[in-house]
């Protein structure tokens, strides 16, 4: 038995759009692809307020060169989140929360990996391109799992 999936709705907003706290840590994820790493330090995502982005920033010199470079920030945040991404950007003055840096260590632990057969039987019935995507993620899952260093 298939499941039925609107033709129009993106990935993006079947995983992440149903719940706003989840399109706002969708968002939040993104914020460092988008702006880059120096940049993402010296901001904070705040909330998602419909199609507005609330963004913090340490002072009016801040708010104006993330206002002056929006555009790009909001194509960015597109490519990424899809139709999940913000329209405009608004800011917060004041103290930015510290973020972690990337010298911290961090520690993953990796579930047991499943037996291939699962990882494909979990594919099946999915469209195509869908379908192409999960066993490819699967594909670097599993490698992990074994110790490679397919990223």
């Given at each position: ?27 939040r ?22 199609m ?13 060169e ?6 790009d ?8 989140t ?16 510290v ?18 057969a ?21 594909a ?12």
């Amino acid at each position: 038995m298939a499941l039925e999936r609107p033709a129009d709705a993106s990935l993006a907003r079947r995983l992440f759009g149903a719940v706003p706290a989840r399109t706002l840590a969708l968002v939040r994820a993104a914020w460092p692809h988008a702006v880059g790493p120096d940049l993402a330090r010296r901001t904070e995502v705040v909330t998602l307020e419909g199609m507005t982005l609330r963004i913090r920033v340490p002072d009016a010199r801040w708010r104006k060169e993330l206002h002056r470079m929006q555009p790009d920030i909001l194509a960015r945040l597109r490519e990424t989140t899809g139709e999940l991404a913000p329209r405009r950007l608004g800011f917060v003055e004041g103290p930015v929360a510290v973020a972690p840096t990337a010298e911290r260590p961090r520690t993953v632990t990796l579930a047991p990996a499943p037996p291939p057969a699962a990882v494909v039987a979990g594919a099946a019935g999915l469209e195509p391109d869908l379908r192409a995507r999960f066993l490819e993620v699967a594909a670097r899952y599993l490698d992990r799992a074994k110790g490679g260093t397919h990223a």
